[in-house]
């Protein structure tokens, strides 16, 4: 889906196949619906937004189920502000969860950002959470990469912004499964130039009720010009 100007819509389903919404010239507002690629069946379908204005969503989703691999979701605003509801490329089973990389020139806020490996019993890794602002603040109130899995690793997530950095909850990416071995926690690395970081939990252990368990994720926490809390 492209346009020159402002892009407006409902829901929107492709079950294990891609979504791309391009504006060239406007903004991008889907909170009016649902956009949805999960399959039951093998991969999720990758989704992308793309804007040189606002980004609005409610839910996109991504998961894959049952087999295979989540899709990714990318969001790109190249002017203004990123605003989403629950943004999820986790997985179920025995798949693998995706990649989410929100890009914004302005701020960045979501209720909820996972990637995780849900459920225990099969293998599967998490995706990887990347954020950016280059002139404002990144304003989250979940971010969940862990994975639940036989020999699963945790996703890496990274948030970097010029004002400021706040995850109201909990950031996670540890590596955690009732039996067997666990693979590693993912890393956490925040940055920011001139404001403030606060996080209320950040996890990135292992544990395994039976088995081996893999290595803890590196935390990194870097406020150039405020406080870390």
Same mark, same amino acid.
């Given at each position: ?7 407006? !819509?409902? $829901? +929107? ?6 979504? /791309? ?7 991008? @507002? ?9 399959? !039951? ?12 204005? $606002? ?11 049952? !087999? ?17 509801? +629950? ?22 806020? =979501?209720?909820?950002?996972?990637? =995780? ?26 971010? @969940? ?22 995850? =109201? ?8 499964? /009732? ?42 926490? !870097? =406020?150039?010009?405020? @406080?870390?809390?």
């Amino acid at each position: 889906l492209k346009a020159n100007q402002n892009i407006v !819509t409902g $829901n +929107i389903t492709n079950p294990g196949r891609s979504i /791309a919404i391009d504006s060239t010239n406007g903004s991008i @507002d889907t909170t009016k619906g649902t956009i949805d690629t999960i399959s !039951t069946t093998g991969n999720g379908g990758n989704i992308t937004l793309t804007s040189p204005g $606002n980004i609005n969503t409610s839910i996109v989703q991504s998961r894959a189920d049952n !087999t295979g691999t989540s899709g990714s979701i990318t969001f790109t605003s190249n002017a203004g502000t990123i605003t989403s509801g +629950i943004v999820d490329a986790s997985s179920r089973n025995t798949a693998n969860g995706n990649n989410v990389n929100i890009k914004a020139s302005d701020s960045v806020s =979501a209720i909820n950002v996972t990637t =995780a490996a849900f459920l225990s019993g099969g293998s599967g890794n998490a995706g990887s959470v990347t954020i950016s602002s280059n002139t404002g603040t990144i304003d989250i109130g979940l971010i @969940d990469a862990r994975s639940n899995r036989i020999n699963g690793n945790g996703g890496a997530v990274t948030l970097n912004s010029a004002k400021g950095i706040t995850v =109201a909850t909990d950031i996670l990416t540890y590596a955690d499964t /009732a039996t067997g071995n666990t693979g590693n926690a993912g890393p956490i690395n925040l940055t920011t130039t001139n404001g403030n970081i606060s996080a209320n939990n950040v996890f990135s252990s292992t544990l395994t009720g039976s088995g081996n368990a893999g290595n803890a994720g590196k935390i990194t926490a !870097t =406020a150039t010009q405020g @406080d870390i809390t």
